[in-house]
């Protein structure tokens, strides 16, 4: 987990938490019913809410969901937690999801974007471009080829395989760039992306086939777009076809570019047409070019230098000799150094300048003298730290660049937006956007950069002359594999750290979930106190509601002994009333009047029976009563009140016990994860440590290689100083007769 | 009771019936006095007339005095059974005894309500134990995804978790690229203690703000996915789980 922002929510939440543990400390004197939930707040927090369902389970939705967080990831520029989470993805049973699901939308997310769910396809893709972002080329290779056995990868040939051949092109397999040119499929819109045209034009021309790389440069060309100069720049180049005598017709198309490329490109194409012309004998041409290119730029020593020597040829001596030691004076590091500073002696001789030469050949020669003394005053424990401290700063890359001075490095940045933009639209299956930029041409300026922004710096006594001095050809090739392992390490290495921190992130949110409950716990044990404290007070209340009652229970039977004497009272007056009307009717009265009185007789009869029952089963009827049945209700839920507040409160204590003893276990042991994580991490910077131990003495022995070599040119450029001296000298001596003539002679031996 | 309301208005009828009737027998004997000569013949029929017109004149006082009892009858009737309902609902209070079952059902009230949330409490405390003591952990993945986006895009996210702490988010043309292309963003992994937990997402949306606030409940062993996408310029919410899919 590389975003904060985790902990921090969680460790807000205990303070709240805290902060309600308090707040319920005090509201204890709060009267209980203010307590009760269903207040305004809680209604008007209720309406906000939206109460989601119980969630369905789905282990496709998962897997794809992991996915969509890895893309994000890396179009977010968080290669590492990409590659985390997909090699973990890719070595979990969970990847067998992501066969059955293939293309499917079951379960996802509505929307164009989630149209389908996520296949290994898009596993393996997201893996391959994981990989390639963080320069781990070797295990790139290896996911790119699982990728493209996988059903499902068709989408995905296209940019995989531009990237596979960038790769074989950086590792100057041009035959595998070629061949990989053959295969790569096209866009889905069903054009091919221009790059796999321009890289195999580029392999076909190192390749000597020029006829086949100006057909794919013509292709990109035809294509138009941010490649299409550049490879109207190689296309002039490949029509020479390697002769330099060509140089003419090439330099014919070369021009219309030269007037319009802007830029640093616009500086590499003068360049170019500055040595085509200069080869081709046209020295003005070659002189217009040169200073067409910015004097400040990456290209303007290789620019001053050609310049120079385009002016000696056309014959303007000053003016050559002014490049020639403008060159020597601005990149004292360069190795054409001395060359320059040769033949600014050489101008000033052939100008007239004898005695200016001369002293100005000795001074070189004490210089170059004094820099030898130097070079071989070095001890080899200088120049083995200064290969560690470049190793150490991971740049010692900048000894190894192939051609900085002429600009024939090339780089395609990998994280470039237009990259990401087209790996998003291959997972979505849209259309790719156009690369927005070109290749980046490697230049001494960006050597010098690297160099002063490496940490930790080279030491001011290390010879970095060493650094622009061409590596043996051996070194160069061991260069690139031991580089790549010691990168892959770099990587692992991090990774393996990363893993640690998200295991050591993952425990830290465990304890703090634990003391979460904890403070649930203490949360849970206040409420049960004012729980136990309303139950105290039913008790009371019952108490004291029994003592009521039963003054109560007396009052109601009274009330019905008396209605019950009453009706007794009552029942007997009604007879007494028949029995005197039925004694008034006597002899007079009908049939229908003695049944009435019978009926009235029974009725009494009936209500002084109903008054005796009552009186005879009083005492249970007042039992019955619904009050005196809902005391002993309340007394048993009073009963299961207090047995359920004692199991509330035993399920606390053992929350509160088993959440210590986790807690205790979590802070006093790592988790097994962690440990075999930093196991892993450890593992990991072992083998960096041999990586960059073997990087170290490959550097270290090619700067001493170089050391011998660059040692052998500053004594030959000594004694090519002190022949011009002499040679000076010598004209001195001569002027001014023959001088002219012997200049000239010297001037034709000048190669 | 009905027999002894009856009797009770019988009593109360009869005497008012008895003491009108006693009014109306004193008047009786003045009206059999006439006859006599054609003479006093006109004598007697002025006698007469003028004994009539007082007659009628007594009649209407007569009815007029029992329009008023009758009124007067019907305000002691009135009378008697606001007296009769006070007593019978004195006598019912005392019958139902009121006030201590009002009493009793307040206790029983509170009484039930403590013991729902310790019943509650038991639950869901007994729930989280177990749950730490299996060790099975609850993980909770809030996302945010876009299923599409309005002209002006999305930005100023932020996502509250329980009311405490927030994170917020800015996007950069390149991560709302990746949204609108099927990415989502993890806006929050985390364990959690298996409950409910309240998610509150607030964002602008095409220069608009919406939000969201959601409760989901986080089961233990699983991993519980909330993601909010935006849809129709709203924050849209759904939820599921998956089991492992956490790689710590």
Redesign the interface.
């Known amino acids: 987990?590389d975003?904060p922002?985790?902990l921090?929510?969680?460790?807000?939440?205990l303070?709240?938490m805290a902060g309600a543990l308090a707040a319920l400390a005090l509201a204890a004197w709060i009267p209980?019913a203010a307590q009760?939930p269903g207040g305004s707040d809680a209604r008007a927090v209720a309406g906000?809410?939206?109460?989601?369902g119980?969630?369905?389970?789905?282990?496709t939705?998962?897997?794809d969901?992991?996915l969509?967080?890895a893309?994000?990831d890396l179009?977010?520029d968080r290669p590492l937690a990409a590659l985390?989470?997909l090699e973990?993805l890719r070595s979990?049973?969970?990847a067998m999801e992501l066969d059955s699901t293939r293309g499917s939308s079951a379960?996802m997310?509505?929307?164009?974007?989630?149209a389908r769910g996520s296949s290994r396809a898009d596993l393996l893709f997201l893996l391959a471009e994981s990989y390639n972002r963080l320069g781990m080329v070797g295990s790139f290779r290896e996911v790119a080829g699982a990728l493209a056995q996988t059903p499902g990868a068709e989408r995905y040939a296209p940019v995989v395989g531009s990237q596979l051949m960038l790769d074989a092109y950086r590792r100057g397999d041009f035959a595998r760039v070629r061949e990989l040119a053959r295969s790569v499929g096209s866009t889905p819109a069903g054009e091919r992306s221009p790059l796999p045209n321009l890289l195999d034009g580029l392999a076909a021309y190192q390749q000597g086939k020029y006829a086949e790389s100006r057909a794919a440069f013509a292709k990109v060309r035809a294509e138009g777009g941010v490649y299409a100069p550049y490879a109207q720049l190689m296309d002039a180049l490949a029509q020479m076809g390697g002769d330099t005598t060509r140089a003419l017709e090439a330099l014919g198309a070369l021009r219309s570019l030269a007037q319009v490329a802007t830029g640093t490109f616009g500086d590499h194409v003068r360049l170019i047409a500055a040595e085509l012309a200069y080869e081709s004998g046209q020295y003005a041409s070659a002189v217009a070019n040169a200073r067409g290119v910015g004097a400040g730029t990456g290209l303007a020593p290789q620019a001053l230098l050609a310049q120079g020597w385009a002016l000696y040829r056309d014959g303007d001596l000053p003016a050559a000799r002014a490049a020639f030691a403008e060159f020597a004076a601005k990149y004292p590091l360069l190795p054409e150094r001395d060359e320059a500073r040769l033949m600014a002696g050489q101008a000033m001789l052939e100008g007239g300048d004898a005695a200016g030469a001369e002293s100005y050949f000795d001074a070189m020669a004490d210089s170059v003298a004094m820099e030898l003394a130097a070079l071989r005053a070095q001890s080899p424990a200088q120049l083995s730290n200064g290969a560690r401290t470049l190793v150490t700063a991971r740049a010692a890359g900048i000894a190894f660049v192939n051609f900085p001075r002429d600009g024939k490095t090339l780089a395609f940045p990998e994280g470039s937006?237009s990259n990401?933009?087209t790996m998003?639209?291959a997972?979505?299956g849209?259309e790719a956007p156009p690369p927005r930029s070109g290749p980046h041409i490697v230049s001494v300026a960006d050597i010098a950069q690297r160099l002063q922004s490496s940490k930790p710096n080279l030491d001011a006594s290390f010879p970095r002359r060493l650094l622009y001095t061409p590596a043996g050809k051996e070194a160069a090739q061991a260069y690139a594999a031991r580089a790549q392992t010691l990168a892959d390490a770099d990587v692992r290495v991090a990774l393996a750290n990363y893993d640690v921190n998200?295991?050591v992130e993952?425990n830290q949110?465990?304890i703090a979930?634990?003391e979460?409950?904890q403070l649930?716990?203490a949360l849970?044990e206040k409420?049960?106190a004012s729980?136990a404290a309303?139950?105290s007070?039913?008790r009371d209340?019952?108490a004291a509601?029994r003592t009521?009652?039963a003054r109560?229970r007396e009052?109601?039977r009274q009330?019905?002994l008396r209605?019950v004497a009453e009706t007794q009272r009552?029942a007997a007056a009604n007879r007494a009333m028949i029995d005197s009307v039925r004694r008034s009717l006597q002899g007079s009265g009908v049939a229908a009047d003695d049944e009435t009185l019978d009926m009235e007789a029974q009725t009494a009869a009936s209500f002084g029976q109903l008054a005796s029952l009552v009186q005879g089963g009083l005492d249970t009827l007042v039992d019955r009563?619904?009050?005196f049945a809902?005391?002993d209700?309340?007394a048993v839920?009073?009963r299961?009140?207090d047995s359920?507040?004692d199991?509330?409160r035993s399920?606390?204590a053992?929350?509160s016990a088993?959440?210590g003893q986790?807690l205790a276990g979590l802070r006093a042991k790592e988790s097994q994860?962690t440990t075999d994580a930093r196991n892993a991490l450890a593992a990991a910077k072992r083998e960096r440590d041999a990586a960059e131990r073997d990087l170290v003495a490959l550097l270290d022995a090619d700067l001493h290689t170089r050391a011998v070599e660059l040692a052998g040119e500053l004594q030959r450029d000594r004694e090519a100083a002190e022949y011009g001296s002499a040679n000076a000298a010598f004209f001195r001596a001569i002027e001014p007769a023959g001088g002219d003539q012997a200049r000239s002679d010297a001037r034709e031996r000048t190669p | 009771m009905r027999?002894?309301r009856s009797w009770q208005l019988l009593v109360g009828a009869l005497a008012v019936l008895g003491w009108g009737g006693g009014k109306l027998a004193a008047q009786n004997p003045d009206t059999t006095r006439a006859g006599g000569d054609t003479t006093s013949m006109w004598e007697n029929q002025r006698v007469y007339e003028e004994r009539r017109a007082q007659l009628v004149q007594q009649l209407h006082e007569a009815q007029s005095e029992l329009s008023e009892l009758r009124s007067d009858r019907v305000r002691v009737e009135a009378r008697v059974d606001n007296v009769y309902a006070q007593a019978l609902e004195q006598?019912a209070r005392?019958?139902?005894?009121s006030p201590?079952?009002s009493?009793?059902?307040q206790?029983?009230s509170?009484?039930?309500?403590?013991?729902d949330?310790?019943?509650d409490?038991?639950d869901r405390?007994?729930a989280?134990?177990d749950a730490?003591?299996r060790?099975s952990?609850a993980v909770l993945?809030v996302?945010l995804?876009?299923?599409?986006l309005p002209d002006g895009g999305l930005s100023d996210v932020k996502v509250v978790?329980?009311?405490?702490?927030?994170?917020d988010r800015g996007y950069?043309p390149?991560?709302i690229?990746?949204?609108?292309?099927?990415?989502?963003?993890?806006l929050?992994?985390?364990?959690?203690?298996p409950t409910s937990h309240?998610v509150f997402m607030t964002a602008t949306v095409g220069g608009r703000q919406v939000e969201?606030?959601?409760?989901?409940?986080v089961?233990e062993g699983?991993?519980?996915?909330?993601?909010f996408?935006v849809?129709n310029e709203q924050l849209v919410?759904?939820?599921?789980?998956?089991?492992?899919?956490s790689?710590?």
């Open positions: 987990m975003q922002g985790y921090a929510i969680l460790k807000a939440r303070e709240v209980l009760q906000l809410r939206t109460e989601l119980p969630p369905d389970s789905s282990q939705r998962g897997v969901a992991e969509r967080i893309l994000f179009a977010a985390n989470r973990w979990s049973a969970l379960g997310a509505s929307g164009p974007a989630a937006a990401i933009s998003l639209a997972f979505s849209s998200e295991q993952a949110m465990k979930a634990l979460e409950l649930l716990v849970h409420r049960l729980d309303v139950m007070a039913s209340s019952l509601m009521a009652l109560g009052r109601v009330a019905m209605r009552m009563h619904p009050v809902m005391v209700s309340i839920r009073l299961a009140a359920l507040h199991e509330v399920v606390l053992a929350d088993v959440a986790a994860r | 027999m002894l006598r005392t019958l139902l005894m201590e079952q009493a009793l059902l206790l029983d509170m009484l039930a309500s403590a013991q949330r310790m019943q409490q038991r405390m007994q989280l134990g730490v003591r060790r952990g993945v996302l995804g876009a299923d599409s978790l329980d009311s405490s702490g927030t994170i950069s390149l991560a690229e990746a949204l609108q292309h099927g990415a989502v963003d993890e929050y992994r985390g364990e959690l203690l309240d969201r606030r959601v409760s989901v409940a089961k699983t991993v519980t996915y909330l993601q996408s849809r919410p759904s939820t599921w789980t998956s089991r492992g899919t790689p710590f």
